[in-house]
């Protein structure tokens, strides 16, 4: 189970096409109203192309936020589960776009598993997953990621009930079903 007296976000994921310097500037809104009145952090774990990474590089130094926000790269697959035990909400920013909309948003489903609480754009996929008890959704722009970081702020979850909300998609599950 989390605490929620702070919030430390991860996103683990491609960075291209996903406009994730929406993420960082929503970060950083929220960060200089609440930032005083609890712990914050966030961490992006992954891949893209040089000027992808180099965009959040940059949006994360213009900020200010090094010590907030950790750009963390590309972690192995069995280096994960430190990464996620130390945060307790997941961040699903896919773009609402057509390409996107209807693909099956597997790092949504990993992070509810894990019993994270998830900040998801409502994507038609999304909005399949996310409910009051595991998440919140959000558009896809920074006012969004702000909005959806203060409701994160204003509610209760219950881990083991984010976990059983997903209790169908497990690999065990799936290939029994399937």
Not at 66 to 87: M, S, W
Not at 136 to 161: A, H, P
Request: charged share 25%.
């Amino acid at each position: 189970d989390y605490d929620y007296n702070e919030l430390n976000l991860i996103y683990i994921g491609n960075f291209n096409w996903r406009n994730l310097t929406d993420t960082i500037d929503g970060f950083s809104l929220f960060f200089d109203e609440y930032g005083k009145e609890m712990e914050l952090s966030y961490t992006i774990i992954g891949y893209g192309n040089q000027s992808e990474v180099d965009r959040i590089k940059n949006r994360i130094n213009e900020y200010g936020l090094g010590e907030v926000i950790n750009y963390a790269g590309i972690i192995p697959y069995d280096k994960l589960p430190v990464f996620i035990e130390q945060r307790n909400v997941g961040v699903s920013y896919i773009p609402i776009t057509k390409a996107f909309d209807i693909q099956p948003p597997t790092k949504t489903i990993e992070y509810l598993l894990a019993g994270l609480p998830t900040i998801a754009t409502a994507t038609s996929e999304n909005q399949k997953l996310i409910d009051d008890g595991n998440g919140v959704l959000i558009d896809d722009t920074v006012s969004g990621f702000y909005d959806g970081l203060c409701r994160i702020k204003n509610s209760k979850f219950e881990n083991n009930l984010i976990r059983e909300s997903m209790r169908d998609y497990t690999w065990k599950s799936r290939v029994h079903k399937y």
